[in-house]
């Protein structure tokens, strides 16, 4: 019964409708149709706009890390000071003119490839540590993980990694340090986020004397595999992270204990 009404209530409205399209010249009608349909498509417009907005956004930074990804292999294979902006331009098929769309200068690619890298790095901390609470890790697997993180990590960020142990030296070249300070920092905060850990994880081996040191131990295991360890040679690098793991544990698992008096 409603669907018949509501069948017959949309046939009396067409009926009219049609009835003053009728009574309409050409060119009044073709007035009629352009309003409706300028206002439709005005409309539209609106309502696609934002999301247009962010796919472009979307699209730009996209072609900006597709760049950051050829500039770090450019830099890594001729070094920072070698490279020019038209090595990097050749390397993404594009012109000079075109990758100054996006970067300014080769030092602003540099520093835009290690803002992002250190903050991966940070992040990467601050997931270990959730896993932790989460998966309720006991401080010495929480350390392990941490080291795991690392290598999974440093396995596809090896020419970033590389930018980041050699170039950071050429950020603040304007004579604006701030740049590079602000990668420095990071830096000194991932040691220290990695003292903290192995505190936890081995308190009898790390103490406020040794800790740094200790740290700085493992970095030199584990910071270096760029210029040794590859992804199709003999050894893995998840194979590599249990031997890390193993030493740490075998190493400072087994610290003397301190004398009893």
Known sequence: GNNKEELRQT???LQKTFKKIDWLSDKDLHQLLKKTYK???TELKLQLKEPLK????DVHELRRDAILDVAAQCFADRSFAAATMKDIADACGTSKARLYHYYPS????LFDLLDRYTLRLLALVGEVEAQA????LNERDAMHELVRAFLREYEHSATRHVALLGDTKFLGGDGDDAQRELILRRQRDLVAAFTRFIGRAYPLASNESSGTAITMMLFGMINWTFTWLRPDGAMRYTDFAELVVGMLEHGLGGWPQPART
Do not use: G, H
Not at 54 to 57: G, K
Not at 106 to 109: G, M, P, R, V, W
């Open 11 to 13: 046939a009396q409205k």
């Open 54 to 57: 962010e796919i472009e956004q």
């Open 106 to 109: 080769k030092e602003a690619i």
């Open 39 to 41: 206002s439709r498509i």
């Open 133 to 136: 609470q989460r998966e309720r």
